[in-house]
């Protein structure tokens, strides 16, 4: 019988650091994010997202996550498409970094988005998966431009985008509910990109990257 990686390609990509453990979050891998951005992702009252999703109650938590990445993969198309990657490090679910893209066999550009649990930040695990990310887009989907945006207050954010070379690439004022919020867009290419000191690992590229067209 084929396997659901085999039907669905996103499912079989399979990405190894010296630490982490990066694969699409599956169905049955949905209670462990759930359980780990109940753990807390930010300080109360301080959402460093748009829509301030780790901030909803308990029993509004778990279904909008749901949703979330069952939307983002009923979605999914050669031209607009999101990766939501879980972070395993061991058997510990340490966050999502999300990869996407829209309209790229032309723009061969990428954006990210990220997660931890406050346990887990501020230990170089945030640079690793996003340098990750980036050196896959770069080296294996031949992403020329790699985008992200965050809060100007964001100092953990900004600080992982600054350690890999991104340069700084205008503000913005984005309605984040009521507030109105200074955002910063930074931006990356394989000129800049201060790569890491180690490979990264791939499985499953060839499939996905048939299906996208690439
Ligand atoms: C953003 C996030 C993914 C970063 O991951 P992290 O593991 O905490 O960050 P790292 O430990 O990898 O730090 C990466 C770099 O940022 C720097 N940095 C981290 N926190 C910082 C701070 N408060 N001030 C200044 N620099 C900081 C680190 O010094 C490091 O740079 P270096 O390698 O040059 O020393 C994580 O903190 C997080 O999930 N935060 C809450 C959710 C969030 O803000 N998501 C992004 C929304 S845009």
């Not at 999914?76 to 829209?102: C, N």
Request: charge should be negative; glycine fraction near 8%; hydrophobic fraction near 40%.
């Amino acid at each position: 019988m084929t396997s659901l990686a085999e039907m669905w390609p996103p499912f079989g990509l399979s990405l190894s650091t010296p630490r982490l453990t990066i694969r699409p979050v599956l169905d049955e891998d949905i209670p462990s994010a759930v359980a780990a951005a109940r753990s807390g992702v930010h300080p109360p009252g301080k959402s460093p997202f748009s829509m301030p999703w780790a901030e909803l109650p308990d029993e509004e938590l778990a279904p909008n996550m749901a949703q979330w990445y069952w939307r983002c993969r009923a979605n999914f198309t050669p031209a607009s498409w999101t990766l939501l990657l879980a972070i395993w490090h061991d058997d510990d679910f340490l966050g999502v970094q999300d990869l996407g893209a829209k309209n790229f066999t032309t723009l061969k550009t990428v954006g990210t988005g990220s997660w931890l649990k406050q346990s887990a930040q501020g230990q170089g695990f945030g640079k690793e998966m996003r340098a990750a990310v980036v050196s896959y887009a770069f080296d294996y989907l031949g992403a020329e431009v790699a985008e992200s945006e965050a809060a100007i207050w964001n100092q953990q954010s900004l600080g992982v985008s600054t350690s890999l070379g991104y340069e700084p690439n205008g503000i913005f004022r984005d309605g984040w509910g009521e507030k109105v919020e200074e955002v910063q867009r930074v931006r990356l290419t394989p000129t800049t990109f201060k790569r890491p000191d180690w490979t990264l690992k791939v499985q499953g590229h060839e499939a996905l990257s048939s299906y996208l067209g690439i």
